[in-house]
Each structure stands twice: as C-alpha cells, then as structure tokens.
C-alpha cells in the first residue's frame, strides 16, 4: 500500500502541470468591463486632444497611458456593481449604500495622490483664530429642502487650475451668493484678488477660507472677476483694486459650530457656507454622479479641499448637501457633488461638518 503512494503524487504532479498547461493555453476571458488596449489608447489619444494634453517625452506618455488605463478599467469595474460597500469615517463600515457613478474627466492620467497634490489646496499650516461660533437658534425656520441655485444665488461652477486656491474658490462662492441675496445682483467675484493679497495664506501653495474671509472683511468688500480676473498664478496685490474698486461688500464673517449637520443647515438656509472635506480618494476624484457617502475621512485632521454648500434636500429617503466645487462643471454632477446628510457621526461626510464659515455684511 505505501508503494503506491509515490505513484499517486506523481499523477497528482502531472495532473496539475496539465491543467496550468491548459490554462495558460486558454487564459480565462477578460471582465467585460476590460477594454481592449487599442481601444484604451483610443479613448486616450481623443482624451488628450479634448483636454489639450502634452508630455514632455514618450517615456512620460508612456506613463500617464499607464494610469489612465487603469483608471478608465477601474472607472467600468466600480460601473458594474448595482450598489457599493464602503468603509467611511466615524468607526462604521461595510454600509452598503446607493452607488454614486463614477467617470472620467479631465483627472485621467493621475493617481489620488497626484491629483490631491495638483488640485485640492486647504493649507492647514496657515493658522487663523475666529470668533468663536456663531450659534442659530433651532426651533428658527428651516425648509426641507433648499437650493441657491434655483434662486440665483450662484455663478457658473469655475476652474481653478493646477493653483492650489480652492479656499478662494469657496470663499468667494459664499460672498457671492450673500451678496446676491442682501442686494439682488449677481456678481462674479476674484479669486485671484485673495490669492495675490492674502498674506494669511499660501497663494497658489495653498490657503485657509477663514483668513481670505478676515481679509476681505478689514478691506470691506472684494472686487469682481472682470476688473482682476483669474491667472492660476500667484501675482502681486493690485493693492488699488483691493482697496477701492469693490464690487461686493463684506463686514465680517463667522463660524458655524464645529460637528452639528442642524447648526450647518440652518446657516445654509440663509446663504451659502464654506466647508472643507477630504478629497483624496479614487473616488471623489472621479466621481460624477448620486449621493456619496464615501470612501473618505470623517477626521478633521485629513481634510485637505474646500467647498461652498449652496443647498440641501431629500430624495428617496436620503437626505443630501448640495456643494459647488472649483473643478469645472467637467467634473462630478456639472461641478457640484452631492454628499450624505445628517450621517451617523458627528464630523460629517468626509468631515465637511468640522469648519464651516460663511461671510456676513
């Protein structure tokens, strides 16, 4: 009997060296969610030319090809599930949620770190102290749903460009929408007024929503876009501009209390709030559409972008902000992203309840 033992490992060894013959003879098929590398280096090549892209070498293109294969084979795996288990922030996870879609846009070519290096921009290194918050009162009226664009309260979605000045995006979101409904008029304001003449933040390095707020509430206003229109570069302060030509007037502003959705919703009932959120994953990089609860950090220490929430409402029993980015209306749902409300934890969808500020006149 233990004669034949040697006989029955070597059938066994011949039986597996046959079927990985076989298997590598006829690898199993692609995911159909896996396109075809001629078809990538397609969709690639017409990418390029839609955003304008160049690269320095072959070698380099070669790269970016690389990342964006990936990126474009990932986009139609997470496309192909009908709903999404997520970890996010605040100790709950594997929630399975509504799945939000994903697609490629003008971030194609770049991993999350790249991008949030790139395109994000809250500077926490530059330090400013507010007033301390501001409470509502909360039996003070609140709709159920509201949405600042339908009453005209908000330009187009911008670009901010590979500058890292999304804190004066979001800043002067805010003022713009406030100053839209204390006078009626509509006016598109400068960021880069704040990111040449705010000496509280980094310019193009980086900045923080509360001292772009500081100043423009010491100067008392803040000029347009059309007379200091937006470079993506760090200039000199147009100081003229900064302390005479002011399209939009500002006494001060102030903060919502830290980790309370109530207190955030009652602000954005009266006009726009800026809000800052962790940006960094695969998946807010991409994301294009439906209500995101995540991936993302629910820690206020990892936020690193800024937004303006213009709104909030329901739908099919999930309640939602409404919030304007600074990437083109290329991105997410024509610029904005919608973002769970009223979640389990106190920081908010990817901590966005951690520092709000919102101007006041």
């Not at 990418?47 to 990936?70: A, L, Q, V």
């Not at 749903?145 to 500058?163: I, L, N, P």
């Not at 979640?343 to 006149?361: E, H, I, K, N, R």
């Amino acid at each position: 009997m233990a004669s034949s033992r040697p006989c029955l490992v070597l059938l066994l060894s011949l039986a597996s060296l046959l079927q990985a013959s076989l298997t590598a003879a006829n690898p199993p098929p692609p995911p159909p969610w896996q396109l075809p590398e001629s078809e990538v280096r397609d969709r690639f090549s017409k990418w390029m030319t839609k955003y304008s892209k160049t690269y320095p070498s072959h070698e380099e293109e070669e790269k970016r090809f690389g990342i964006f294969k990936d990126n474009t084979n990932q986009i139609g795996a997470f496309s192909s599930q009908t709903s999404t288990t997520v970890v996010v922030g605040g100790g709950f996870s594997g929630q399975t949620v509504t799945t939000v879609t994903v697609g490629m846009n003008r971030f194609g070519d770049l991993v999350p770190d790249e991008f949030s290096k790139q395109f994000t921009g809250f500077n926490s290194t530059a330090v400013f102290q507010p007033a301390r918050p501001s409470f509502l009162p909360y039996d003070s009226f609140k709709p159920c749903c509201v949405d600042w664009r339908s009453s005209g309260a908000v330009t187009g979605v911008k670009f901010q460009g590979s500058c890292l000045s999304c804190w004066a995006f979001a800043a002067v979101a805010a003022i713009e929408g406030m100053n839209k409904i204390r006078t009626g008029e509509l006016v598109s304001l400068s960021e880069q007024e704040l990111v040449d003449c705010d000496g509280g933040s980094s310019g193009c390095g980086g900045g923080r929503v509360d001292t772009a707020l500081d100043l423009v509430a010491k100067r008392g206003g803040i000029t347009s876009e059309a007379d200091y229109p937006y470079s993506g570069f760090n200039g000199k302060c147009d100081v003229d501009k900064l302390l005479f030509d002011q399209d939009a007037s500002v006494k001060g502003f102030k903060a919502v209390p830290i980790n309370d959705e109530r207190q955030l919703a009652l602000a954005v009932a009266r006009q726009p709030v800026t809000v800052y959120v962790d940006a960094s994953t695969w998946e807010f990089q991409f994301y294009k559409g439906g209500i995101f609860h995540g991936p993302c950090s629910g820690d206020p220490a990892k936020v690193n972008h800024a937004i303006t929430i213009v709104g909030y409402c329901e739908e099919f029993g999930e309640k939602f902000w409404i919030a304007k980015n600074s990437w083109s209306n290329d991105w997410g749902e024509q610029g904005y992203i919608l973002l769970a409300k009223d979640v389990p934890w106190s920081t908010g969808t990817c901590a966005l309840a951690s520092s709000p500020f919102y101007p006041t006149a």
